[in-house]
């Protein structure tokens, strides 16, 4: 297995936000070199594709400190759906990315693909489409016509979303069980892909479990998908968004449902705050080591509340919304989970 070098948590952001010349720098490898191509992606040619079994891509990393536990499931497949890379003000390549861009693709693959795909590298095979992904700005229109560019972008980054699944599920999957894993932009689509193909429907059968993180979640979107309620439940949706405790932005408050919360330590709905005792590890400082005990947790009212991570540097983090560590706060006791998710499916 092709190890990746580790990466610092605050490098990781200076990645996502601010750092473009060490990106160029990625993007001009030849791993990021395309063939020409501004339309719909062909998922039949592995350039598509930030994660695939049949490649060597930073989900495939694994932190120094969990090798000794590593003993990957090629019966399980994970198909994750990639966070907003396109996040630069002024939306110079219009609604949508395009497929072939190699600074974000290099932001995707070395950001999310690296701190978040990677937690089911030992669960499964991981998938996970490039896609032409909506500008951040669609999540907050300011007019009618930002509203209809915003759900046009939406659309066209489901349509690749949705042409992913469908060519995983007729030349990879091969009856396979699947857990489907997404962040953000991702959970936006991974919570319509669960209701189109998997609520009320067959395929269901073959569902492990979805983490859709990063954004809220109506419980009543399924009739058949019910919210994670114990950490060896199956077929069900884990779903949470972190804050610090007190916490909760405005457009949360004016929200018209409660979303579902899943606590990642108890993976429960339980309200009694979780001790940053329970968890076993965390990815910030450095993607090679976990450090445990890094953040409580505590299901409040439509978001996840903690207090302020435990990690070298915290008096410099100042955000109260930790969105952006989903899942690096929980990243040992989401990959434990998993595989104790999927042997409980086995056992059903």
């Known amino acids: 297995m092709k190890q990746i070098r580790p990466i610092a948590f605050l490098l990781a952001i200076c990645l996502l936000a601010a750092c473009s010349n060490k990106l160029a720098k990625i993007a001009q490898s030849p791993a990021y070199q395309f063939n020409s191509n501004t339309g719909a992606p062909d998922y039949s040619q592995l350039q598509y594709w930030a994660a695939h079994p049949q490649k060597h891509d930073p989900s495939d990393s694994v932190p120094a400190s969990l090798l000794a536990d590593y003993r990957p499931d090629s019966t399980v497949d994970i198909f ?4 907003t890379s396109y996040t630069k003000e002024g939306r110079e390549l219009g609604w949508n990315a395009t497929i072939d861009n ?15 795909a990677s937690v089911f590298n030992a669960a499964g095979r991981v998938f996970a489409p490039r896609y032409r992904q909506a500008h951040l700005s669609a999540y907050y229109p300011k007019d009618a016509a930002d509203s209809a560019g915003a759900m046009a972008a939406f659309e066209l980054a489901y349509k690749d979303v949705k042409t992913a699944f469908d060519y995983y599920l007729a030349h990879e999957n091969k009856g396979r069980p699947m ?56 077929g069900c949706i884990a779903a949470w968004r972190t804050y610090q405790t007190d916490y909760k932005p405005e457009f949360v408050l004016k929200e018209k449902f409660v979303s579902a919360v899943t606590n990642p330590l108890t993976w429960d709905a339980n309200t009694a705050i979780a001790s940053r005792d329970l968890n076993k590890g965390g990815i910030l400082l450095k993607f090679n080591k976990a450090v445990p005990r890094v953040a409580s947790a505590q299901v409040a009212g439509g978001v996840l509340w903690t207090e302020k991570p435990h990690f070298f540097g915290r008096m410099f983090y100042t955000s109260k919304n930790y969105h952006i560590a989903d899942y690096n706060l929980y990243y040992q006791n989401i990959r434990e989970n998993a595989a104790q998710r999927i042997s409980a499916f086995w056992k059903r």
């Open 80 to 83: 994750f759906l990639h966070p």
């Open 179 to 234: 857990i489907i894993a997404s962040h953000s932009q991702g959970s936006t689509h991974a919570k319509r892909l669960l209701k189109e193909y998997f609520d009320n429907q067959i395929l269901k059968n073959r569902l492990v479990v979805a983490y859709v993180v990063g954004m809220a979640l109506d419980p009543a979107m399924y009739s058949s998908i019910p919210v994670c309620s114990n950490p060896n439940q199956t």
């Open 102 to 116: 190699a600074e974000l693709n290099a932001k995707t693959d070395y950001g999310s693909i690296l701190f978040q």
